[in-house]
């Protein structure tokens, strides 16, 4: 892109006029050149929210922040209505639950720890299964990265405060993390962030959240 | 403690300086969600991930790019247009009162009167009308471009390419 365009894209997108898809391209773009364009526009254009009057904002938002702060099971990007949430993650235990049924009704092994991460669409996108210590990860429905970026695999134990990486995930999916680097314990956070090539360049991830869950014993399991 | 430096504390965790920052700023966030989205649910909904987003990114926070009140009004603005998107911008714009919004000079005053706005009025006074009107619809009330062409009743390709020159032409003259 020229420097006009960059200039004309990142003012599409502060500006809101952006599509769906195109707005988290940018969002995720990784450029320097496109970031510190958006964030000159953001500074020209902030003082336009002085046209929206201030109001105040329903009794109990604060409370429904604090516990999704304290539980962060949430990518905010696939909640619409708060009723919509329970049911979201009702549907990922029922989803987790049956697989779990269905994968391990001969065997009776151990109380499996597992979890499935699921796409925008509520489509049951990836599992993760804690497996000889370690981990596995398959795809469900498997779909390519976007062009140019990667899929990186995150766990977080709970009560951590920052990820640990498990690696890029190539194109077939399939993952199996040893059981030296992560130890699967009940709780523990599990994400997909998309980055640049060859992973984020910081021990944190620097893309967005495509995807995450909870491991949790399968009921029955 | 100033807000950049709230936003500092913020990021290293400090749940207390984020409360405080809801307490100061929610009524204006919450306003600027209100008036992209028009309905108190999905404003919630707006301001509720806009501050898990403050909370998650807060040590993206650049003081030497622009001021902590425009970051947490872009932030809470982007959870706004995500939710306005996710419903394919299903949301009434026919209400008449939509098209009201200040463009005229003396109604900018709230603009003038933001930090580095006086400029920016001024640089929004000096386009076409129907351009700023644009402008102003997409940015204060989340209109796509299509809505804002059935708005003011000019062609779609008209809007945005006038959309398009309105930001080049305020780049112009903001720089």
Redo the contacts between chains.
């Keep these: 892109m020229t420097p006009?365009e960059i200039?004309?894209l990142a003012?599409?997108y502060?500006?809101?006029?952006l599509?769906?898809g195109a707005?988290r391209a940018v969002?995720a773009d990784p450029d320097p050149a496109l970031q510190?364009a958006i964030?000159?526009w953001?500074?020209?254009?902030?003082?336009?929210?002085?046209?929206?009057?201030?109001?105040?904002?329903?009794p109990g938002?604060?409370a429904?922040?604090?516990a999704?702060?304290a539980a962060?099971v949430?990518v905010?990007?696939q909640?619409?209505?708060?009723w919509l949430w329970p049911a979201w993650a009702a549907g990922a235990s029922a989803v987790a639950a049956g697989l779990a049924a269905f994968l391990w009704l001969q065997p009776a092994p151990a109380p499996q720890l597992m979890t499935v991460l699921l796409s925008r669409q509520d489509q049951p996108a990836w599992l993760v299964q804690a497996e000889g210590g370690g981990l596995r990860l398959a795809a469900l429905n498997p779909q390519p990265a976007p062009e140019g970026r990667v899929l990186q695999l995150w766990a977080l134990p709970q009560g951590a405060?920052a990820p640990t990486s498990l690696g890029l995930i190539p194109p077939s999916g399939a993952v199996s993390i040893a059981p030296g680097r992560v130890a699967p314990s009940p709780g523990m956070l599990i994400e997909i962030t998309l980055e640049p090539p060859g992973g984020s360049p910081n021990p944190r991830p620097s893309g967005p959240i495509l995807f995450i869950g909870r491991l949790a014993a399968a009921a029955g399991s | 403690m100033d807000s950049a430096a709230q936003l500092a504390a913020i990021a290293g965790g400090d749940r207390a300086a984020l409360r405080a920052l809801y307490d100061a700023e929610a009524p204006r966030l919450f306003g600027i969600a209100l008036a992209l989205l028009r309905d108190r649910d999905r404003a919630a909904d707006a301001l509720h991930d806009g501050f898990l987003n403050i909370a998650r990114r807060a040590g993206q926070f650049d003081a030497s790019r622009g001021a902590a009140s425009a970051w947490t009004g872009a932030v809470v603005r982007h959870a706004a247009l995500d939710i306005a998107r996710r419903q394919g911008r299903e949301i009434p714009t026919d209400d008449p009162a939509l098209g009201d919004i200040p463009v005229e000079a003396e109604a900018l005053t709230q603009v003038a009167a933001a930090d580095d706005g006086r400029r920016l009025r001024d640089c929004l006074l000096a386009l076409e009308e129907s351009r700023r009107r644009g402008i102003l619809l997409a940015f204060v009330h989340g209109l796509s471009h299509a809505q804002i062409a059935a708005k003011l009743e000019l062609p779609l390709g008209t809007v945005k390419a006038w959309i398009r020159r309105g930001l080049a032409q305020l780049r112009g003259c903001l720089t």
Excluded: K, Q
């Excluded at chain 1, 502060?14 to 006029?17: A, D, E, I, K, Q």
């Excluded at chain 1, 909640?79 to 708060?82: D, E, G, Q, S, V």
């Design positions: 006009d200039e004309d003012g599409e502060v500006l809101g006029t599509e769906a707005a969002a510190a964030a000159r953001e500074a020209r254009l902030a003082p336009l929210s002085a046209l929206a009057p201030p109001a105040p904002p329903p938002l604060w429904r922040i604090e999704s702060l962060p949430v905010p990007l909640r619409t209505r708060n405060t």
